[in-house]
């Protein structure tokens, strides 16, 4: 699934959820599996907010893909769950691929001397798996 828009000045989920979606995904990321009024008590210890505001924003991340919906039970005893469609580690890595195959798309040669560019702020682990993937592309290259 592909987020449609993204917050340039927010950092983290907040680039590709509003707040409350945020806290509401990084809650079903952390406990795998809730009811709206399990999030919603959870979410409410750190910050006051309504029953419906929850339900609301559960419901539209259901519908956009972010989370399953799951019942069991009848009547009375029904219960719906919700669910993370992925785990957090994936979400990031499908929305970051997004991102930047979109912008090497659109402005290709900018983007990649950005990239360079930020090299001497970059963990010294990345940089040398982007070494070994550069040799392999020469590599691969002559053939």
């Known amino acids: 699934m592909r987020i ?3 917050n340039l ?3 983290g989920l907040l680039r590709f959820f509003g707040s409350l979606e945020a806290k509401i995904m990084n809650t079903m990321w952390e406990k795998e599996k809730l009811t709206i009024k399990q999030a919603h008590e959870l979410i409410r210890v750190e910050q006051p907010i309504s029953f419906n505001a929850v339900m609301t924003v559960m419901i539209r991340l259901s519908e956009k893909g ?3 919906k799951e019942t069991s039970g009848g009547g009375r005893s029904r219960l719906t769950f919700f669910y993370p469609v992925q785990s ?3 979400f990031i890595m499908e929305q970051t691929k997004y991102v930047t195959d979109g912008l090497l798309d659109d402005f290709g040669s900018l983007v990649a001397n950005h990239f360079i560019d930020r090299l ?3 963990d010294p682990e990345w940089i040398e798996k982007l070494q ?3 040799d392999e592309l020469k590599r691969n290259e002559g053939n």
């Open 4 to 6: 449609n828009r993204l």
């Open 9 to 11: 000045n927010e950092e």
């Open 66 to 68: 972010h989370l399953r």
């Open 88 to 90: 957090r580690e994936l």
């Open 120 to 122: 001497d702020k970059a």
């Open 132 to 134: 070994q993937r550069l």
